[in-house]
Nanobody
Framework: QVQLVESGGGLVQAGGSLRLSCAASGRTLSTYTVGWFRQAPGKERDFVARIRGNPGTTYYADSVWGRFTISRDNAKNTVYLQMNSLNAEDTAVYYC???????????????WGQGTQVTVSS
C-alpha cells in the first residue's frame, strides 16, 4: 500500500508559477511510475505528466510540455510538479498517483492522493 498526499496548490495569477508536492508513505515511491493528473469541473481526469521509477524518464501531455517539469527526490520519497507560465486553462484539481506499470491512463494507477486545487486567475 502507498499513501499519497499532495500539497502546494493555491491561487496564482496568469503567468505565475507553483510547485506541487506528492509525498508518499508506506512504500518507496521510486519503485513506481508516478503520474500527475488534473480534473477541471465537469471534465474528465486528464494526464499531465509522469516519471518512471527506474530509470526516471519523464513524459508530458502536449498541453504542458515546456511549461511543467516533474521530478523526484528519493531521499524524501516525494515527487514534484513544477508549473510555470500558468494560464486559466490550467485551473483544476491536481492529483498524484502511483502505478506498477508505465502508463498515462488513470485506470492503470492503483494509488491516488486526495488532490490539491490550483486556480489561475486571468
Amino acid at each position: 500500500q502507498v499513501q499519497l498526499v499532495e500539497s502546494g496548490g493555491g491561487l496564482v495569477q496568469a503567468g505565475g508559477s507553483l510547485r506541487l508536492s506528492c509525498a508518499a508513505s508506506g512504500r518507496t515511491l521510486s519503485t513506481y511510475t508516478v503520474g500527475w493528473f488534473r480534473q477541471a469541473p465537469g471534465k474528465e481526469r486528464d494526464f499531465v505528466a509522469r516519471i518512471r521509477g527506474n530509470p526516471g524518464t519523464t513524459y508530458y501531455a502536449d498541453s504542458v510540455w515546456g511549461r511543467f517539469t516533474i521530478s523526484r527526490d528519493n531521499a524524501k520519497n516525494t515527487v514534484y510538479l513544477q508549473m510555470n507560465s500558468l494560464n486559466a486553462e490550467d485551473t483544476a484539481v491536481y492529483y498524484c498517483a502511483a502505478a506498477g506499470v508505465v502508463s498515462s491512463t488513470p485506470a492503470n494507477y492503483a494509488y491516488w492522493g486526495q488532490g490539491t486545487q490550483v486556480t489561475v486567475s486571468s
